[in-house]
């Protein structure tokens, strides 16, 4: 019934079922994902008044429901942005949920759960309209970044300049005192080196 999409990995169609209205994908190696997406296969769809929140479980932080993002027949899928937006409950305890019993972290990569639980719109509706206002707004707000010390938008394009400025200059390191023309020809798996020590 559902897909799962790690931006820069392959499909994952192996949900397990917990019971008839909850369902997991392990997510492994989770410290190095940004980006998943989450969406309904078109092969059966929710029954008539039904949706499906989707939650994040992280081992040891708990469990959060994924931004204001609520699948359903009218929108059968959402992107969610992982890193940087899961916070610990205030309590530093853990959320219980149908989610947690699945998740362990017996080595030095952390596998997380992306959980999905299917329950009356209503219901879904009421859940999301709960969320804390700073969840909702780093979720609706992913893509507009903002000055952190100024509260006001940041300039695109100043940023894009800043971005590439800083691979110009981690390009231009390994040159071994060559000049960079237009025609130099730059390694992907240096770029590859760049774009993980930036993010």
Same mark, same amino acid.
């Not at 972290?105 to 719109?121: K, N, Q, R």
């Not at 893509?143 to 100024?150: D, G, I, K, V």
């Given at each position: 019934?559902?897909?799962?999409?790690?931006?820069?990995?392959?499909?994952?169609?192996?949900?397990?079922?917990?019971?008839?209205?909850?369902?997991?994908?392990?997510?492994?190696?989770?410290?190095?994902?940004?980006?998943?997406?989450?969406?309904?296969?078109?092969?059966?769809?929710?029954?008539?008044?039904?949706?499906?929140?989707?939650?994040?479980?992280?081992?040891?932080?708990?469990?959060?429901?994924?931004?204001?993002?609520?699948?359903?027949?009218?929108?059968?899928?959402?992107?969610?942005?992982?890193?940087?937006?899961?916070?610990?409950?205030?309590?530093?305890? =853990? %959320?219980?949920? +149908?989610?947690?019993?699945?998740? /362990? $972290?017996?080595?030095?990569? !952390?596998? *997380?759960?992306?959980?999905?639980?299917?329950?009356?719109?209503?219901?879904?509706?009421?859940?999301?309209?709960?969320?804390?206002?700073?969840?909702?707004? =780093? %979720?609706?707000? +992913?893509?507009?970044?903002?000055? /952190? $010390?100024?509260?006001?938008? !940041?300039? *695109?394009?100043?940023?894009?300049?800043?971005?590439?400025?800083?691979?110009?200059?981690?390009?231009?390191?390994?040159?071994?005192?060559?000049?960079?023309?237009?025609?130099?020809?730059?390694?992907?798996?240096?770029?590859?080196?760049?774009?993980?020590?930036?993010?």
């Amino acid at each position: 019934m559902f897909g799962c999409c790690v931006a820069g990995r392959l499909l994952q169609t192996n949900l397990q079922q917990i019971d008839e209205t909850h369902a997991l994908f392990e997510i492994p190696a989770a410290e190095k994902v940004n980006h998943v997406c989450v969406f309904l296969l078109g092969t059966i769809p929710f029954p008539d008044g039904y949706g499906c929140t989707v939650h994040f479980f992280w081992p040891g932080k708990g469990s959060q429901i994924l931004g204001m993002r609520v699948l359903s027949n009218e929108k059968p899928s959402a992107i969610f942005r992982l890193r940087s937006t899961f916070s610990a409950p205030a309590s530093g305890m =853990s %959320t219980p949920s +149908a989610f947690t019993s699945a998740a /362990s $972290s017996t080595t030095g990569e !952390v596998t *997380a759960i992306l959980g999905l639980a299917i329950e009356p719109l209503e219901s879904v509706i009421a859940q999301v309209a709960t969320l804390p206002a700073n969840t909702i707004n =780093s %979720t609706l707000n +992913a893509a507009a970044p903002t000055s /952190s $010390s100024l509260g006001r938008p !940041v300039d *695109a394009g100043a940023l894009a300049e800043k971005i590439a400025r800083h691979l110009f200059n981690y390009v231009s390191g390994f040159a071994g005192g060559q000049s960079i023309g237009p025609d130099s020809a730059v390694p992907m798996s240096l770029i590859a080196r760049w774009y993980e020590t930036f993010t």
